[in-house]
């Protein structure tokens, strides 16, 4: 005859379950048997701590993730975790403290796909149990991965089952940017438009989000931006910058993906404010999705002028211009005996407020010192 027994293992067990269990019938004798089973240990991971949360991984700096654990019942033998991911093929190291310096190298395990794997051995100095404990993994970002990364940890130890997370770890591209004239130098003629050649150059590839915030402050008309080939060949339409709070927002995103490692360029055209003088009072921020936001100035120098009722030609910031309204002779009219003191008003209206250095010079051929 057979007969069935159903049991629910203890739950503090782990491992082979030397469980006595006696039967026998009336007239027989009592035997005893010790049935063949093994009760699979869980570990459970309390929680994962990435420091930090957003990582800029063009600093190819270390990365620590904090596991809290806690198990059923004490292991004893072949505790490890395995690391599988898309964010780093660098050395992989794990310890008990949070110094990178003291931890141990995890040893490179065949890989699947377009992830990799590896392999940390916490025998030697870790044993999971019901009390929660701490350990480490630490790992270097790939430079050129952005976004959320692929991470997935497994926890186990001999006779438990494998725990697998998913640790959040969310990597951050950064930008080089680079801006210089369509044509001439950086000096500039107050009222004089710009054409300013953007370039983005993205640590990844971008994935949305591409735009250029530029301070209200630089016009006030109106800002527009077009794209331009790596030949500074103009293509598409010239597009607005709408005004948005404090910012005009150029949307980048006809230019998505811009690709990692490889230069984008536009042209920026705007006109500054007739009362800018002096070094240009703004910068330009570019953004997009899970990246840094990086500032740029674009070094311009603006040059203010007199008699602004009028536009200076040509636009040389560096060439002095002539007032098309002359002086005034106040005293003694038109008509000055030699050595005869000539007192002239000058009518001076200017771009933009001077901040020093102010001057008037006149050629020694036509007056004498006092």
């Known amino acids: 005859e057979s007969f069935f027994v159903f049991l629910t293992a203890a739950p503090n067990l782990a491992g082979p379950a030397l469980v006595p269990m006696s039967y026998s019938l009336a007239g027989y004798q009592v035997r005893t048997t010790h049935p063949n089973f093994t009760a699979l240990g869980h570990v459970t991971v309390k929680q994962i701590q990435v420091n930090p949360e957003a990582i800029l991984a063009w600093r190819s700096l270390p990365v620590q993730m904090i596991f809290t654990v806690f198990s059923n019942a004490p292991s004893w033998s072949s505790e490890t975790i395995t690391i599988i991911s898309n ?102 003629l107050s009222r004089q438009a710009v054409a300013l050649v953007v370039t983005l ?105 007199f008699d602004p009722t009028r536009t200076p030609v040509p636009y040389d910031a560096l060439q002095p211009n002539i007032l098309q309204t002359p002086p005034t002779v106040v005293y003694p009219g038109l008509i000055a005996i030699s050595g005869q003191v000539v007192t002239l008003k000058f009518s001076l209206v200017a771009t933009g407020t001077s901040t020093g250095g102010e001057f008037m010079a006149i050629p020694n051929t036509f007056a004498q010192p006092d």
């Open 201 to 305: 150059t993205p640590s990844g590839t971008t994935v949305g989000g591409e735009q250029l915030y530029v301070e209200q402050s630089v016009s006030d008309l109106n800002v527009t931006w077009q794209p331009m080939f790596s030949n500074s060949t103009l293509w598409g339409i010239s597009a607005l910058c709408p005004l948005s709070g404090f910012y005009y927002v150029c949307d980048l995103s006809s230019l998505s993906p811009c690709l990692e490692g490889q230069p984008t360029s536009f042209l920026l055209t705007f006109q500054p404010m007739d009362t800018h003088v002096g070094p240009f009072p703004t910068t330009f921020t570019a953004e997009a999705d899970n990246f840094a936001s990086a500032v740029v100035d674009p070094g311009i120098v603006i040059y203010g002028f």
């Open 87 to 188: 964010a780093t093929n660098h050395t992989v190291s794990w310890g008990l403290t949070n110094t990178y310096a003291e931890t141990t190298p995890c040893s490179p395990a065949p890989s699947l796909g377009f992830t990799f794997t590896y392999v940390c051995n916490l025998s030697a100095a870790l044993h999971f149990l019901p009390t929660p404990q701490n350990f480490s993994v630490w790992f270097t970002p790939l430079a050129n991965l952005v976004g959320s990364a692929y991470m997935k940890a497994v926890v186990e130890a001999f006779d438990f089952e494998p725990t697998a997370v998913y640790p959040l770890v969310n990597l951050v591209g950064t930008w080089q940017v680079a801006t210089h004239p369509l044509v001439g130098p950086t000096s500039l």
